[in-house]
């Protein structure tokens, strides 16, 4: 991989609109990455996101850079508290969503680990532990979306 | 290791040219800034200021073999820049993989 970026792009069947509100709205944020996200999905809300764990939790900032629904959100993190989230002191993480045929090309990118410094890769890595936590979360989730299915 | 020291590592990596050094020393074993300068678009005197970077991120050892410096990759200190470099997007292959199943659940949820 290019060093300082991480790129992915992935397929996903459902609509644009509903993609872009799970990479969006801080309720369905929550649900994929922390335990609990305030933001506004308005351009430039600075927010933060919480991470629970036994020492008690992190607490990162997060800004709204960018919020053109359904086809791009973009929003800048890690920079410290109380400090406008510039380049040079943040991860600038971008999705764009591009439809396609019955679903959506999502393309992701996070940049400014060069410009942030090593760092942030390491509090990445500490986040790890926590990320294996979701598959708890997952089976719920595929058993709800199950008894949906079966109304229909 | 301070975060200085890890900032140095970061930034030392982040260098194009030096990411070819890198390439070249991982591929030759070892080089001196004369052969390193002899494969890329720099001059000598670029080569061996991109080395003082990189020895002091620790990616390279240097010792003395005849009249010139002869480097090499520092293995250790290389694994590890490799090592979080890789942890960092694993993190987001997971978040993503959730955004998918997610979204999916949704949509299926909607019809």
């Given at each position: 991989m290019e060093l300082g970026t991480i790129e992915r792009e992935l397929y996903i069947e459902a609509t644009p609109e509903i993609v872009f509100e799970v990479v969006s709205d801080p309720a369905?944020?929550?649900?994929?990455?922390?335990?609990?996200?305030?933001?506004?999905?308005?351009?430039?809300?600075?927010g933060e996101i919480l991470f629970a764990d036994a020492d008690g939790g992190k607490v990162e900032a997060l800004t709204v850079v960018d919020l053109q629904p359904p086809t791009r959100f973009s929003f800048r993190w890690?920079?410290?508290?109380?400090?406008?989230?510039?380049?040079?002191?943040?991860?600038?993480v971008t999705f764009?969503?591009?439809?396609?045929?019955?679903?959506?090309?999502?393309?992701?990118?996070?940049?400014?680990?060069r410009e942030r410094g090593w760092t942030a890769a390491v509090l990445e890595e500490t986040y790890q532990d926590h990320v294996h936590g979701?598959?708890?979360?997952?089976?719920?989730?595929?058993?709800?979306?199950?008894?949906?299915?079966?109304?229909? | 290791m301070s975060s200085t020291v890890d900032d140095d590592l970061w930034s030392a990596l982040g260098d194009p040219t030096r990411r070819q050094m890198l390439d070249l020393l991982l591929s030759a074993g070892s080089g001196t800034s004369t052969s390193?300068?002899?494969?890329?678009?720099?001059?000598?005197?670029?080569v061996a200021?991109?080395?003082?970077?990189?020895?002091?991120?620790?990616?390279?050892?240097?010792?003395?073999?005849?009249?010139?410096?002869?480097?090499?990759?520092?293995?250790?200190?290389?694994?590890?820049?490799?090592?979080?470099?890789?942890?960092?997007?694993?993190?987001?292959?997971?978040?993503l993989r959730r955004i998918k199943r997610l979204a999916e659940a949704l949509q299926k949820g909607d019809q």
């Open positions: 369905l944020v929550s649900q994929w990455w922390p335990d609990e996200a305030r933001y506004e999905t308005v351009i430039g809300s600075a890690t920079h410290p508290a109380g400090e406008e989230a510039v380049e040079g002191n943040s991860l600038l764009e969503l591009v439809a396609q045929g019955q679903g959506t090309l999502v393309r992701f990118r996070e940049t400014g680990f979701w598959d708890h979360f997952l089976p719920r989730l595929v058993a709800y979306a199950a008894t949906l299915d079966a109304r229909t | 390193l300068s002899e494969r890329l678009p720099v001059s000598r005197q670029a200021k991109h080395l003082a970077v990189l020895l002091r991120a620790g990616l390279v050892q240097g010792r003395t073999a005849g009249r010139e410096r002869l480097y090499r990759i520092d293995e250790e200190q290389f694994a590890r820049a490799l090592a979080q470099l890789n942890a960092v997007s694993t993190a987001w292959d997971s978040r």
